[in-house]
C-alpha cells in the first residue's frame, strides 16, 4: 500500500508540473496576447505597462548599473538595455558624443526632465548610455524611465520602452520556480498575494468541504435508498431532480435566502463575523440545495450501472434483504467509481463559491477571483489557478489512496 | 471625496464616492458572546454596531483618504486638530487634539494648543510603546503634515494642503528633487519645521498661511489632516493604524471587514447630554455590494442604517417618510441637503474627446463633441434609474443650489437634453450622424448593478447620435487607480464636498490637481486656475462673482458633464439613537448610542 501511495505521489507531483506548464502558456507565453496589455487595458500608458511586465516578471531585472538608450528607425521607439559599456553619454551612431547626462544619487524625477528637455536629431540612428552611481539600482533606473517621454523635435514625444525582455525559457524558469515556492508575488495593490490566499483560502474551504461533504453523502444516500425501492420513488425522485436542476441556480439562492432568513429569520442574511458557523449555515444549506439534485442523478446512474451486475440478482435470488444488499453487495464495488465521481466535481467547488461567497458577503477566495477576473490582475489569477490545480491535485490522490484502500483490484491496476 | 457610483449619498466627505455609495451603510447586531443569535440582531443586547459598505475599504494609510471607504474606517482611528460640531448647522468646527487655538488679525497666523489628555492607543502585541500609548505631541501634527507633502509617497490629499502653508510647497518641491535633496529636506523641517509649521513646545503648533483662508478649520477637520504617531508607519500603517482616537482596530480583512472596539477608558470627552464617549462598545463594517443583500439586512435588523436605493427604494419610502411597514418597526428617515456632484467625467489628456496643447482646430472639434456628449446625454433615464425619480437634484452646473455662491449661478446650456442640437454639434465637429468619429471608451465604476446601468445608460444615449461606446468593466478601486493614472476617458464620477464650501467642488478642476491628484478630468486652463487662487482672500460679492466667471468656464468647456447632486436619504433603525447623518463625517461613531 505504501508503495502505491508513493506511485500515486509521485504521479501527482508529475501533473503540477504539468500545470505549471500550462499557467506559463496561458498566462506569460505571449500566445494569447501580451499579459501586462491585458491588464492594463486599452488606454495605459509605456510607464504603466512596464510597471506591470516588472512585476509579472516578464522583464529581466536589471542587475548592471548602466542602461543604453537605443533608437530604431525612424525614431519612433527607443529602448532602454543593460550594458556594460564605460561611459554615460549621448552619441551618435558614429560614436561622436552629443551630451552627457549626469546622474547623481537616485534622481529619477530630474533624469526624466533632462531626457525630456534632449532633442534627438530625426532619422539618426544614436545612443546614449546612462551610468547611474554604484548606489543606485538599476532596476529601480530602468522602471523609473520606462514610460519616460522624450522629445524627439518640438512636438513629437515619444515613450522610452524596455529591449530587455526574458527570453520564454527563463521566463518559464523563473515563473516555476516562484510558484514552486509559493511565491506568488503581489497583487495590482502591491499586497502580497500568498498570506491572502492562505487567509481567504481557510474561510473558503470552510464553506466549500462541508458543503462538498454533505452533498455528497447525501446525495449518494439518496442514490442508494432510490436502488433499493426502485419503482415508483425511484421515477419521482427522477422527475424533480430533472426539475431541481432546471430551475437556475441563482434563483434557488435567492429564493433561499428570503425564505430562510428573510422571512422566517433562522439565519442571518449575510456577513462575516464569530460565531462564523451562524454565518456559514444559510450557504452550505444553499449549496447542498443546489449540488444535491444533479448529483443524485450522477451517483444514481453510476449505482445503476453496477446494480445491472449479475451478482446483485443472485443475492437477491438467494434472499439478502435489501438493505444488507445495498451495504454489502452494491456498495463495496462501487466505491471506487463513487470517489472518482466525487473527485472530478471538485473543480466547480471553487466556481460556485464565487456566487455564494458574494452573495452572503463570505471574505473568501470567491469573492477575490471575482475582484482579480474583473480587475485582469494577472498575478493573482495565475496564483488562484495555481492554488486550485494543487488543492485538486491533492483531492485526485487522496481519491486514489481511498480507492486503493477500497479495492486490491485498483491498486494493483496502477502500481 | 469620491463616492462609489452608486450613489452616494450622503455622508461622506469630500472624496470620492462610488456611484452609489451610500454613505453609510450600517448593521448592528449585537453580540456580545454570550448569547447572541446571529439572526435576530435587534434582539441581541450590547452596544454595538454594525453597518455596511458599499465599496471596499483598502488601506487605513491617511495618504489613501481619498475614497469614502477609506475615510469611513479611518477615521475611526484617527483624529485631526479640530472635528465638525456633531449638531450644529449650518457646520461648524470644534476642538478636537487642539484644546484651543487663536489667529492673528492678519487672519494667516494659527496657534494651536494641543489637549494634554490625548493618547495614542496601540492594540497590536506587543505595542510600540510600554503601556501601549504615549501622549499626542505638536510634533506628530508636523510628521503627519509633512508625510501628506512628501512627494516621493502616494499622497492622494496634498491638494488640500497645496498652496495653503507657507513653506509646504517648497519642501513637496525639494523631495521631488534627489534623493539627498529629499532626504535634507526632510531632516531639516522634521528638525526645525517650514516657515509657516513651527513647533514651538510639545503641545504648541504655529501655522502660517499663505494667505487668510476661510476654509482653513474646515479644511483641517477633514481626513487628510489625520494626525499618527509616525512609529506606525514604519511598522506598516496600511494594516496595522495606530490613532488617537476612541476606536481600536480589532479585526481588519481588507476589502471586507473592519472591526472597532472602543478604547477602555477614552479620554472622557463627553457628547450632548453629558454622556461619556464613545458610547458603543464595537463598530462593525462589512462591505457588502449587492444593493438587494443590504436592503434584506436592514429589514432583517443586520444593520443599523440604510440609504435607500434602486428597486428597493419605492418600497422601502413613501414620499418623504419610510414606508408604512418600517414605521412600523420605529424606522426613521434623514434627509440631507445636496452637498456634492455627480458627473460624466472627460479626460481632458485624451487625444480623442480632450485637450491637446497646440491643437486648436482639433481641440475645438473634440470641444463640439463634448458638447454633443452632454446634449445627448439621457438624464431623464438617469434619474429615473439611479435615482429612482427622487433622490437627487438635476444639476444645472458644477455646484449645488443652497450656497451663497450659488446665487443666481449661470448654468450650462448643454445640460438641456436635446437630440437634434446634439447631432448638429456633431456636424460642426466634422462627424455628421457620427461617421468616422472615434469610439468612445466608457468605463465602468464597479461591479455592482447601478454601475453597470450607468454605463449602459450612456451607451444608449450616445447610440442616438450615431456614437458607439466600449464599456470597460473595472471594479470601483481599479477605476481609481486608472482615473490616477490618467488612463481612464470617460467614466461617472461622485464628488462628495470634503468640507460645507462648494469651492470644493471647484478645486477637482484646478490645474495643479491634476492626476493622480482630484483633477482627475486633468483640466487645465490657467485662467481658471488664478480665479481659483484668488477665491480664499475674496470678499463674499467678489467671491460669488469669480466662482461665476469659473462656472461659465466649466459650462462652455465641459471638461465633465454636470449630472445632478445627491440628497442623503437615510433609514435609521430605532435602536441607533443619536445618530445624525452628517455630509462631512458620514460615520461619526463615537456618538451613536445604541439602546433596545
Known amino acids: 500500500m505504501l508503495r502505491f501511495a508513493l506511485h500515486r505521489l509521485i504521479h501527482a507531483l508529475s501533473l503540477a508540473l504539468g500545470v505549471v506548464l500550462v499557467l506559463f502558456l496561458v498566462f506569460e507565453s505571449g500566445l494569447t496576447g501580451d499579459p501586462a496589455q491585458r491588464e492594463a487595458g486599452r488606454h495605459s500608458s509605456a510607464r504603466t505597462l512596464g510597471e506591470i511586465r516588472l512585476r509579472l516578471g516578464l522583464f529581466e531585472s536589471f542587475e548592471a548599473t548602466a542602461l543604453r538608450l537605443r533608437v530604431e528607425g525612424s525614431a519612433a521607439r527607443y529602448f532602454l538595455e543593460a550594458v556594460d559599456g564605460p561611459a554615460l553619454r549621448l552619441s551618435a551612431a558614429d560614436d561622436s558624443e552629443i551630451s552627457r547626462v549626469e546622474l547623481a544619487g537616485l534622481d529619477l524625477a530630474a533624469l526624466h526632465n533632462s531626457l525630456a528637455q534632449l532633442e534627438l536629431p530625426q532619422g539618426r540612428s544614436l545612443w546614449t548610455e546612462l551610468r547611474a552611481d554604484p548606489n543606485l539600482p538599476a532596476a529601480g533606473l530602468a522602471s523609473a524611465l520606462h514610460g519616460a517621454r522624450l522629445a524627439v523635435d518640438h512636438r513629437r514625444t515619444a515613450d522610452l520602452g524596455w529591449a530587455q525582455e526574458r527570453p520564454a525559457w527563463r521566463r518559464f524558469l523563473h515563473q516555476s520556480a516562484a510558484l514552486l515556492r509559493f511565491d506568488f508575488g503581489s497583487d495590482q495593490s502591491g499586497q502580497a498575494i500568498a498570506p491572502q490566499l492562505w487567509q481567504r483560502g481557510k474561510r473558503s474551504l470552510a464553506l466549500a468541504l462541508p458543503a462538498f461533504v454533505l452533498g455528497t453523502v447525501l446525495a449518494v444516500a439518496a442514490a442508494l435508498f432510490a436502488l433499493s425501492r426502485r419503482g415508483w420513488t425511484d421515477r419521482s425522485l427522477a422527475w424533480l431532480s430533472s426539475l431541481m436542476i432546471s430551475v437556475s441556480a441563482l434563483a434557488t439562492i435567492l429564493f433561499l435566502r428570503a425564505l430562510l432568513a428573510g422571512k422566517l429569520g433562522w439565519f442571518p442574511v449575510a456577513g462575516w463575523e464569530p460565531p462564523h458557523a451562524n454565518y456559514l449555515m444559510l450557504p452550505i444549506l444553499t449549496w447542498v440545495a443546489i449540488a444535491f439534485w444533479p448529483e443524485y442523478r450522477l451517483y444514481r446512474a453510476l449505482l445503476g450501472q453496477q446494480a445491472g451486475g449479475g451478482y446483485l440478482t443472485a443475492a437477491r435470488a438467494r434472499g439478502v434483504g435489501e438493505a444488507r444488499l445495498m451495504r454489502r453487495h452494491l456498495l463495496p464495488n462501487a466505491w471506487v467509481a463513487l470517489i472518482t465521481q466525487a473527485t472530478l466535481a471538485l473543480p466547480f467547488l471553487a466556481l460556485g463559491s464565487i456566487l455564494l461567497e458574494r452573495v452572503f458577503a463570505i471574505p473568501g477566495l470567491g469573492s477575490m477571483v471575482a475582484e482579480a477576473a474583473l480587475n485582469s490582475d494577472q498575478a493573482l489569477l495565475r496564483a488562484v489557478a495555481f492554488l486550485l490545480a494543487l488543492v485538486y491535485l491533492a483531492a485526485q490522490w487522496l481519491g486514489d489512496l481511498l480507492c486503493g484502500l477500497a479495492d486490491p483490484r485498483y491498486r494493483e491496476a496502477r502500481a | ?596
Open chain 2, 1 to 596: 471625496m469620491i463616492l462609489s457610483l452608486a450613489l452616494l449619498l450622503a455622508a461622506a466627505p469630500p472624496h470620492e464616492a462610488a456611484l452609489q455609495e451610500p454613505q453609510g451603510r450600517a448593521a448592528i447586531s449585537g453580540h456580545d458572546a454570550d448569547s447572541r443569535s446571529a439572526t435576530k440582531g435587534q434582539e441581541a443586547g450590547g452596544r454595538n454596531a454594525r453597518f455596511a459598505l458599499a465599496s471596499e475599504p483598502t488601506s487605513f494609510d491617511p495618504l489613501a483618504a481619498e475614497t469614502t471607504a477609506n475615510q469611513v474606517i479611518q477615521r475611526q482611528v484617527y483624529e485631526g486638530l479640530v472635528e465638525y460640531d456633531y449638531l450644529a448647522r449650518p457646520y461648524r468646527v470644534t476642538p478636537l487634539l487642539a484644546e484651543s487655538w487663536s489667529v492673528a488679525e492678519d487672519g494667516r497666523r494659527w496657534r494651536f494648543e494641543l489637549r494634554p489628555d490625548a493618547l495614542f492607543h496601540d492594540p497590536q502585541q506587543p505595542p510600540l510603546w510600554p503601556g501601549g500609548s504615549r501622549p499626542v505631541l505638536a510634533q506628530d501634527v508636523l510628521e503627519s503634515w509633512l508625510r501628506m507633502a512628501d512627494a516621493r509617497l502616494p499622497a492622494t490629499g496634498y491638494w488640500a494642503m497645496q498652496g495653503l502653508i507657507e513653506g509646504l510647497d517648497e519642501f513637496h518641491r525639494q523631495t521631488a528633487g534627489t534623493l539627498a535633496e529629499a532626504e535634507a529636506a526632510m531632516t531639516n523641517a522634521l528638525e526645525h519645521g517650514l516657515p509657516g509649521l513651527r513647533v514651538l513646545g510639545p503641545r504648541r503648533l504655529e501655522v502660517r498661511l499663505t494667505r487668510p483662508d476661510r476654509d482653513f478649520l474646515l479644511r483641517l477637520a477633514s481626513a487628510y489632516f489625520a494626525v499618527y504617531p509616525a512609529e506606525t508607519v514604519a511598522r506598516g500603517i496600511n494594516n496595522q493604524p495606530v490613532g488617537s482616537g476612541p476606536f481600536l482596530l480589532a479585526e481588519w480583512i481588507p476589502r471586507s471587514q473592519a472591526v472597532f472596539r472602543a478604547v477602555p477608558g477614552w479620554r472622557g470627552q463627553t457628547g450632548p447630554g453629558g454622556r461619556a464617549l464613545p458610547q458603543l462598545d464595537e463598530v462593525r463594517f462589512t462591505t457588502i455590494l449587492e444593493n438587494s443583500t443590504r436592503t434584506l439586512m436592514f429589514r432583517r435588523g443586520e444593520i443599523d442604517r440604510l440609504p435607500p436605493l434602486q428597486d428597493a427604494f419605492h418600497d422601502l419610502i413613501d414620499g418623504r417618510q419610510p414606508s408604512a411597514e418600517l414605521r412600523e418597526q420605529g424606522v426613521s428617515l434623514q434627509i440631507l441637503a445636496p452637498a456634492g456632484l455627480t458627473m460624466i467625467a472627460f479626460n481632458m489628456d485624451d487625444p480623442q474627446v480632450g485637450s491637446i496643447p497646440g491643437d486648436l482646430a482639433g481641440n475645438r472639434r473634440r470641444r463640439l463633441l463634448r458638447q454633443a456628449i452632454a446634449r445627448a446625454y439621457p438624464f431623464a433615464r438617469w434619474h429615473r434609474i439611479i435615482r429612482n425619480d427622487a433622490w437627487a437634484e438635476a444639476a444645472t452646473t458644477f455646484i449645488p443650489p443652497g450656497f451663497s455662491e450659488s446665487v443666481g449661478m449661470p448654468s450650462s446650456p448643454y445640460r438641456t437634453p436635446d437630440l437634434d442640437e446634439a447631432r448638429r454639434l456633431l456636424a460642426a465637429a466634422g462627424w455628421p450622424g457620427g461617421a468616422g468619429a472615434p469610439r468612445l471608451q466608457y468605463e465602468l465604476s464597479g461591479t455592482d448593478p447601478v454601475s453597470q446601468a450607468s454605463g449602459e445608460i450612456f451607451a444608449e444615449g450616445m447610440r442616438a447620435i450615431g456614437l458607439e461606446v466600449d464599456l470597460v468593466p473595472n471594479t470601483f478601486a481599479a477605476l481609481q487607480a486608472k482615473a490616477a493614472r490618467g488612463e481612464a476617458q470617460i467614466f461617472a464620477r461622485g464628488w462628495t464636498m470634503d468640507w460645507a464650501d462648494p469651492a470644493n467642488l471647484l478645486e477637482l478642476f484646478y490645474g495643479p490637481n491634476r492626476a493622480p491628484g482630484i483633477n482627475r478630468c486633468n483640466y487645465d486652463n490657467p485662467v481658471y486656475d488664478r480665479l481659483l487662487e484668488a477665491l480664499p482672500s475674496a470678499s463674499a460679492p467678489r467671491r460669488r462673482a469669480l466662482v461665476h466667471v469659473m462656472l461659465g468656464l466649466l459650462n462652455e468647456e465641459l471638461p465633465a458633464i454636470p449630472i445632478d447632486h445627491r440628497r442623503g436619504y437615510m433609514l435609521v433603525q430605532p435602536w441607533l439613537r443619536d445618530m445624525e447623518v452628517h455630509p462631512f463625517d458620514p460615520f461619526a461613531c463615537k456618538y451613536y448610542r445604541i439602546e433596545r
